[in-house]
């Protein structure tokens, strides 16, 4: 067996504004179970990537443990990657976005690693909105142990074995909004039509972008009683579609009164939402968190762009940080010297 990509690609495949084709985006090849949802989320940042036209070694790509976090080895294989210990890469992505705000930082996590032993952290980098997309890749189950249910398990699910769980859900794009999260997204690994368009909105959001996705795990959480399974997924979501639209591009809309709504990024970028109800606002929080309560207490999971802030302080904004990253400064600004230093604790007295 082999874990090597052919390397021959098609002649006329599509190209990029950079020249670049999808090849540039690929990384080695899955050891995911086949039909694994986490496949399909890596097959969507891929995507993004490219139409992004982002060049793959001004990336970097940080992951914990479990199987979301074996994922960034099968996409940007030309980038920059960090696999940290369980739970700990939202302080590994936070040491290196301070060190380097040039690169864009893509975070791939679990529900495992974010919403159980990760939880403390991933509170901490939500409220300090950290520049960076984070992706969380949730199948409700410990995959590599396993199945076990993990903390986001729904309330009286099955698991494989028939054993019911007794134990409230935690939501994190609820918990993500209610802690000061700038960007909160929710989809599904089977729905690429709106999870691209999300991942290249996280991506290009300044500041702290959370993207729940919904990933069947198709060996221990995709049977009847699931509530993570594809069928459950696909009969329960309430899906709101979404387009991108890059700043280069035109921008227009054809509206239909209190059906669609547009957000306009930092760069000049739009995220155009096509809205189930004209009564929820994405950018009002309360609104936001209504919205998500009324749809699960329906047996529905709302997915698409579900709150944004566009005027929130990013970290390197609230800190006053350097503008050049740490490796481009010289030893003399790096080290100023000991008058520098009493000036500094002077105006702390």
């Not at 990029?16 to 969507?44: F, K, P, V």
């Not at 729905?191 to 990933?215: I, N, T, Y």
């Not at 207490?297 to 698409?304: E, M, N, P, R, V």
């Amino acid at each position: 067996m082999t874990y090597l990509r052919p390397q021959f690609r098609h002649p006329d495949s599509p190209v990029n504004r950079l020249g670049y084709t999808r090849q540039h985006y690929e990384g080695g090849l899955s050891t995911l179970c086949a039909g694994c949802g986490h496949d399909s989320i890596s097959a969507a940042i891929i995507d993004a990537c490219f139409e992004l036209n982002i060049e793959p070694h001004k990336v970097a790509k940080l992951s914990g443990i479990g199987c979301s976090s074996k994922t960034p080895a099968y996409f940007l294989n030309g980038s920059h990657s960090f696999n940290s210990v369980h739970g700990r890469m939202p302080s590994v992505a936070t040491g290196a976005n301070l060190a380097n705000r040039d690169l864009i930082y893509i975070g791939v996590s679990g529900d495992g690693d974010t919403a159980s032993i990760g939880m403390g952290q991933f509170a901490h980098v939500v409220r300090r909105n950290l520049n960076m997309a984070y992706i969380v890749e949730n199948n409700g189950c410990y995959g590599l142990t396993k199945g076990q249910d993990s903390a986001t398990m729904d309330l009286e699910s099955r698991s494989k074995k028939g054993d019911v769980n007794m134990y409230s859900p935690i939501d994190l794009v609820k918990i993500a909004i209610e802690i000061g999260a700038t960007f909160v997204g929710r989809s599904f690994s089977g729905d690429k039509e709106q999870l691209v368009p999300l991942l290249k909105a996280a991506v290009s959001h300044r500041g702290f972008a959370l993207l729940d996705v919904v990933s069947p795990c198709v060996t221990f959480n995709n049977h009847e009683g699931s509530t993570k399974s594809y069928a459950h997924m696909r009969n329960n979501n309430d899906a709101m579609p979404v387009d991108f639209v890059p700043m280069r591009q035109e921008i227009t809309a054809s509206y239909d009164a209190g059906t669609t709504h547009e957000v306009c990024m930092h760069d000049g970028s739009v995220v155009r939402l096509h809205k189930a109800s004209e009564e929820y606002d994405i950018e009002d929080r309360q609104s936001a968190l209504q919205a998500i309560h009324h749809h699960a207490s329906q047996g529905k999971i709302l997915t698409g762009l579900l709150y944004i802030n566009r005027d929130g302080e990013e970290l390197h904004e609230a800190l006053g940080t350097a503008r050049r990253p740490l490796n481009e400064l010289t030893e003399k600004e790096l080290c100023p010297g000991s008058r520098f230093l009493d000036s500094i604790n002077a105006g702390l007295r």
